[in-house]
């Protein structure tokens, strides 16, 4: 492959781009040698060939925010002078028998080989190389003015990968895809296969964090909960929670990734095509700042949380449908259909404090108040056809009065401020909870409902790869997108819920059972003897939980976020 010519570094306009370099190259095209023009803008690599068949021309254009790295090398005989130019693109293309778009790998390599000085050849195509990697590295505008910072180039990576994740083929899949793209993007990256539950806990916790620019981990969502709260456990966790995450999807769930992708403006993509989405996200570098919620049960520790809290219908399906870990990600379908079978009703209480009026969109999702969500009428009694779970008092019960018909406040004398729930726990404090034995202040509400089939706590725009729970999620808002399910919703009714949320239209279902409120924290008190509570996914204690949300408390690696 050699070059015919080039033409000196210059700045001219052509069709609203400025060209800053341009060559005419001899380039491989399906196993033969070609002559081309090659153009470099401002916003574009255009290719434009082949010689020497003037009536066939074609012309390429790659986008530069398209391509993750660039290099210039010399070739392996050491008689050719020639330096050579690879470029690697990852352009958004078509699905075959689908409308939505994922991106593909596109490479162009091209020789340089106008002087017979194997150094001055080498000079030129670095020069190239250097251009194309500061336009396509520049960091693109946050879609909902999120503040955004790049990753140091070169960057020094830690990646965790649970080889038993999902089906149990992400290190495989780091294998065909992962290390390539990364070795494309010239990050430098320590591969490191988790053995053990926790054992990413402890990696973070002990780890010299001086020695690395970035934690990423491909695996389930799991593993990120660990590295979190890993960070947080650490004497400098001041510093150490600013290190960059990233997460690429090698579970069932893969729920932040799905959101990540989503942020990004990408259409809905699943499996080997969302992996090669956040990978490529991942090779963009850009970081933003990530909400983490702090979470309290009676008698273990504090934990953040990155994605959810769950409780009921959301937290059974996620832990019993751990049996189909073989079916990957329709392990979900299974096991939602499998408790829809013997559905549940969870007693407890409920209460939250209100984002203020700019941030709180709280709405009954209900048009016409005597209808069902099955178009029946409407009940508060649960159908005697489902499996009621037996209550037993709490130990721990809110002090209130009504004061509405939904959801009433609580009315008290508070303590003072620094009466916090949490005074020594590594982290930092939380200004909005008290500890779960005392009453709540007075400007929460309290739900008056206390039959439940589900509630769902999210900060994230994802509950899975395809269950799209909260569309309008941002990943640095600071808020909790609450969700609950009454009792008396009907087996059906609860089954359109979950389809719609495939589509993210869970709240145009016109539900009067679902409630939706953006909050800033939440207590959770279970009256029923028996359940699960999940946090990321991971089974926490069974009792009294609280959580308050710390806006931009961590970093995510977001990648170029349009």
């Known amino acids: 492959m050699n070059e015919r010519?080039?033409?000196?570094?210059?700045?001219?306009?052509?069709?609203?781009?400025?060209?800053?370099?341009?060559?005419?190259?001899?380039?491989?095209?399906?196993?033969?040698?070609?002559?081309?023009?090659?153009?470099?803008?401002?916003?574009?690599?255009?290719v434009k060939g082949p010689y020497p068949t003037p009536f066939r021309w074609s012309k390429v254009v790659l986008n530069l925010k398209d391509c993750i790295g660039c290099r210039a090398y010399r070739g392996g005989d050491t008689a050719d002078p020639a330096a050579y130019l690879?470029?690697?693109?990852?352009?958004?293309?078509?699905?075959?028998?689908?409308?939505?778009?994922?991106?593909?790998?596109?490479?162009?390599?091209?020789?340089?080989?106008?002087?017979?000085?194997?150094?001055?050849?080498?000079?030129?195509?670095?020069?190239?190389?250097?251009?194309?990697?500061?336009?396509?590295?520049?960091?693109?505008?946050?879609?909902?003015?999120?503040?955004?910072?790049?990753?140091?180039?070169?960057?020094?990576?830690?990646?965790?990968?649970?080889?038993q994740s999902g089906k149990g083929q992400a290190l495989s899949l780091y294998n065909r895809h992962i290390q390539q793209m990364l070795n494309e993007a010239g990050v430098q990256h320590?591969?490191?296969?988790?053995?053990?539950?926790?054992?990413?806990?402890?990696?973070?916790?002990?780890?010299?964090?001086?020695?690395?620019?970035?934690?990423?981990?491909?695996?389930?969502?799991?593993?990120?909960?660990?590295v979190i709260n890993g960070l947080l456990t650490r004497p400098d966790w001041e510093e150490a929670v600013r290190i960059p995450?990233?997460?690429?999807?090698?579970?069932?769930?893969?729920?932040?990734?799905?959101?990540?992708?989503?942020?990004?403006?990408?259409?809905?993509?699943?499996?080997?095509?969302?992996?090669?989405?956040?990978?490529?996200?991942?090779?963009?570098?850009?970081?933003?700042?990530?909400?983490?919620?702090?979470?309290?049960?009676?008698?273990?520790?504090?934990?953040?949380s990155f994605l959810s809290l769950a409780w009921g219908f959301v937290a059974d399906v996620d832990i019993e449908s751990e049996k189909y870990r073989h079916a990957g990600a329709a392990r979900f379908t299974m096991g939602t259909l499998v408790r829809l079978a013997s559905l549940r009703i969870y007693k407890g209480k409920l209460a939250y404090l209100p984002c203020t009026k700019d941030c709180n969109s709280e709405?009954?999702?209900?048009?016409?108040?005597?209808?069902?969500?099955?178009?029946?009428?409407?009940?508060?009694?649960?159908?005697?056809?489902?499996n009621q779970v037996t209550d037993t008092p709490s130990k721990n019960s809110f002090h209130n009065s009504c004061h509405s018909n939904n959801s009433h406040q609580v009315h008290r004398t508070e303590n003072p401020p620094h009466a916090n729930a949490t005074t020594a726990a590594p982290g930092p404090p939380d200004s909005l909870l008290l500890p779960?034995?005392?009453?709540?202040?007075?400007?929460w509400e309290v739900v008056q409902e206390e039959q439940f089939v589900l509630v769902l706590a999210m900060y994230q725009s994802h509950l899975g790869e395809d269950m799209v729970t909260a569309p309008d999620a941002t990943v640095d808002e600071g808020v909790i997108h609450l969700y609950y399910v009454r009792?008396?919703?009907?087996?059906?009714?609860?089954?359109?819920?979950?389809?719609a949320m495939e589509k993210g239209a869970l709240l145009s279902t016109n539900c009067q059972h679902l409630v939706y409120t953006k909050v800033r924290a939440l207590r959770l008190e279970p009256h029923s003897p028996k359940g699960i509570i999940t946090v990321d996914g991971e089974v926490v204690e069974y009792g009294p939980v609280q959580a308050e949300v710390h806006r931009g408390l961590a970093r995510l690696i977001t990648g170029c976020v349009g």
């Open 5 to 46: 010519k080039t033409q000196p570094e210059r700045c001219s306009t052509r069709g609203g781009c400025t060209v800053t370099l341009y060559g005419e190259f001899l380039t491989v095209t399906r196993n033969r040698k070609v002559r081309c023009e090659v153009t470099l803008t401002d916003k574009d690599l255009v």
């Open 86 to 163: 690879s470029a690697y693109f990852y352009p958004l293309k078509r699905l075959w028998m689908s409308s939505g778009m994922s991106r593909q790998r596109v490479e162009h390599c091209f020789g340089f080989n106008t002087l017979q000085d194997p150094s001055a050849n080498l000079e030129e195509a670095e020069k190239w190389a250097r251009i194309i990697r500061e336009r396509s590295g520049r960091p693109q505008p946050h879609g909902d003015g999120v503040r955004t910072n790049e990753l140091p180039r070169p960057c020094r990576m830690m990646l965790l990968v649970n080889p």
């Open 190 to 226: 320590t591969l490191i296969i988790t053995e053990h539950q926790n054992h990413a806990r402890e990696l973070v916790r002990e780890a010299d964090l001086s020695q690395w620019d970035a934690m990423v981990i491909m695996s389930g969502d799991g593993l990120l909960y660990e």
């Open 245 to 304: 995450v990233g997460i690429l999807p090698g579970g069932s769930g893969n729920a932040l990734a799905a959101s990540i992708h989503h942020y990004s403006g990408g259409s809905p993509v699943f499996g080997e095509d969302l992996l090669i989405s956040c990978g490529f996200l991942l090779c963009k570098g850009l970081v933003s700042p990530m909400d983490l919620v702090s979470i309290h049960v009676s008698s273990t520790p504090r934990m953040f």
């Open 363 to 386: 709405r009954k999702v209900k048009n016409d108040p005597t209808l069902h969500c099955n178009n029946q009428t409407s009940s508060t009694t649960p159908p005697p056809a489902l």
């Open 436 to 443: 779960l034995d005392q009453p709540l202040p007075s400007d």
């Open 487 to 499: 009792a008396g919703i009907s087996r059906s009714a609860l089954l359109r819920l979950f389809l």
